[in-house]
């Protein structure tokens, strides 16, 4: 019997690095994604001062993250969101950044992509 705790251990072992490979290959995927669509003008995925020491231009996707966690409806909202822009007179970071809204980005990205990059930075929070 105690030949068969190694074998556990050797199993758990693999199946955590495959997972973190597959972790790390959809970070890139996500990141080129999000380069592609102009995302990262505005965005980082952790929190930093934006330019010239200022506070950013939108908000982090960690932050992102932690605000909308376990909210059903998160990912649909930002979807659409991302796809139509948001509101100057109804931000969602007032004072936490220096950008005043979002734009439309439905010229830079394709809805599904916008929601696999959304469902991606919700699974930010940790």
């Not at 995927?29 to 380069?35: H, I, P, T, V």
């Not at 936490?96 to 980005?105: A, D, T």
Request: glycine letters at 8%; a positive charge.
């Amino acid at each position: 019997m105690s030949f068969i705790r190694p074998i556990v251990i050797a199993a758990a072992l693999s199946a955590s690095a495959a997972t973190a490979v597959a972790d790390a290959k959809l970070d890139a995927e996500m990141g080129k994604l999000a380069a592609q669509s102009g995302c990262v003008t505005c965005h980082s995925i952790s929190p930093k001062p934006g330019p010239d020491g200022l506070k950013p231009i939108g908000p982090a996707w960690e932050d992102v993250a932690r605000k909308y966690q376990g909210q059903p409806k998160a990912a649909g909202m930002l979807t659409h969101l991302v796809m139509e822009g948001t509101s100057p007179y109804n931000s969602h970071w007032k004072d936490k950044v220096s950008g005043l809204s979002m734009p439309p980005n439905a010229v830079a990205i394709k809805e599904a992509d916008a929601r696999k990059l959304v469902n991606w930075i919700l699974s930010l929070a940790k």
